[in-house]
């Protein structure tokens, strides 16, 4: 029986006793941390051996022959930028290897469209009458961040289980005030979506009004599963090569979570006229990147194969913390009608959805008795949900005994906060 099926009464006293349940919770003081989706320390330990495979004076060199240590190759060097072309599927030619963020590269991507414009714009963003950016929503924070920082308008896109509305992206881009997306095309964040072969195929057919138009295609989780097999993302460079768009698209991803979040590498992947104006632009920006944490990425990893036999051991870590949640909100909310979930194949977060008007309360309710979630609101632009109703849960860093407790507390503020509002 659903909450709402319950005789007002008996709606009453269950309240009156989860909230008791509630104050026991509070009498433990907790301290527990569900906010951000943080790689754990069994993840980051997985990576020392990079660190220990210490670099040598007369073992520096590249491929090339250039020694790593010194100023130059602001590109990347040529084994890093091959493994990554073969990890995304572009050739090497066609990728940039920056420092340890791709935030970084988003950030100074909107930066450089906004006071120089794209290679496609009349003018730069900045003294165009009104610039916009489609944003996929549920979705990422620090996208949105980036845009608000630059006074860009964020025009939400609702997301299903196969991706962006297709039919609301078709209408949006004919607005030439629509200079592009922001999205996370495999295991959103936070939903864990995958866009379909349909969505991936639409996106790159879109005919927008703008000639400055760019999707960043941040592809974050592109080797980060969560369960054995995964889901395949198409290639959108090879889709946008039949419709003449490959320069629509600039493409990222980092090691962040993959080696070091803090001393990583991040990767930028275009076509050739996008990839000619950015080291037009980086010629002028750096001399060069940490080149000698490229070839120490190159050598730990050997090869792709060399990756994917990593990421299994990350997959390891995080399939029971996943599974851990999971079972929570199946054993205490299932059957309830108070609350939605995805169950993800892959990426850093499961997203809940609590009955409208609920988010901001559970947020509330769970900070009030040790258990930090994400904001919320931060998965839509601005902070601001509009049913406020989605909560991220980000089940990566804590170990598994605190995120079964943290679970269990955070169905205990969904159940009240669901309550409180039925009842009225």
């Known amino acids: ?25 509070q009498a433990r003081r907790l301290g527990l941390d569900m906010s951000r989706g943080k790689p754990c320390k069994e993840q980051l330990d997985l990576s020392i051996p990079l660190l220990e495979a210490a670099l040598i004076a007369d073992d520096v060199r590249d491929s090339t022959g ?6 130059g190759v602001p590109d990347g060097i040529t084994e890093c930028r091959a493994l990554f072309g073969e990890l995304l599927g572009v050739p ?27 290679g496609g714009s009349a003018k730069p963003w900045s003294q165009q009458r009104a610039v916009k950016i489609l944003c996929p929503v549920p979705g990422y924070d620090r996208h949105f961040a980036i845009l608000e920082h630059f006074g860009i308008d964020m025009v939400p896109v609702p997301t299903g289980a196969d991706g962006p509305d297709l039919r609301a992206l078709a209408e949006l881009v004919a607005d030439p005030a629509v200079k592009g997306m922001f999205c996370v095309p495999k295991y959103s964040n936070p939903t864990g979506v995958t866009f379909s072969a349909e969505t991936v195929r639409a996106i ?21 599963d969560v369960r054995e097999g995964g889901e395949t993302l198409l290639n959108i460079f090879d889709e946008a090569a039949k419709y003449g768009h490959e320069d629509y698209f600039i493409e990222v991803t980092s090691t962040s979570k993959i080696t070091f979040p803090g ?16 080291k037009t632009r980086l010629a002028v920006q750096t001399i060069g990147h940490d080149k000698l944490n490229q070839l ?16 299994q051991k990350h997959r390891a870590i995080l399939e029971p913390k996943f599974d851990a949640v ?11 009608g108070i609350a939605a979930w995805t169950n993800p194949r892959g990426g850093y977060f499961i997203s809940l959805d609590v009955p409208e008007g609920c988010a901001k309360r559970v947020g509330e309710l769970c900070n009030d008795s040790g258990v ?4 919320s609101g931060a998965t839509y632009p601005k902070g601001i949900d509009p049913q406020d109703r989605n909560i991220r849960i980000a089940p990566t860093l804590p170990p598994i005994d605190e995120l079964e407790t943290a679970a269990e507390l955070l169905c205990l503020c969904v159940k009240i906060a669901a309550l409180e509002k039925i009842n009225g």
């Open 296 to 311: 120490r990425h190159v050598r730990y990893f050997g090869n792709v194969a060399g990756v994917f036999a990593h990421m």
């Open 372 to 375: 930090v979630l994400t904001p």
């Open 204 to 224: 790159a057919a879109l005919n927008p009004a703008a000639g400055d138009f760019r999707v960043i295609w941040d592809n974050a989780y592109c080797v980060h």
């Open 66 to 71: 250039f020694d790593t240590r010194n100023y």
């Open 1 to 25: 029986m659903t909450y709402k099926e319950l005789p007002a009464e008996q709606r009453k006293a269950l309240l009156k006793q989860l909230r008791g349940d509630y104050i026991a919770f």
């Open 92 to 118: 090497a030619e066609n990728v940039l290897v920056f420092g340890n963020s791709s935030l970084n590269i988003m950030y100074d991507l909107i930066s450089q469209y906004w006071t120089h414009g794209t």
């Open 326 to 336: 999971l079972r929570s909100l199946e054993s205490n909310l299932g059957g309830l």
């Open 263 to 278: 001393a990583g590498v991040s990767v930028l992947a275009a076509s050739k006229a996008n990839i000619a104006a950015i």
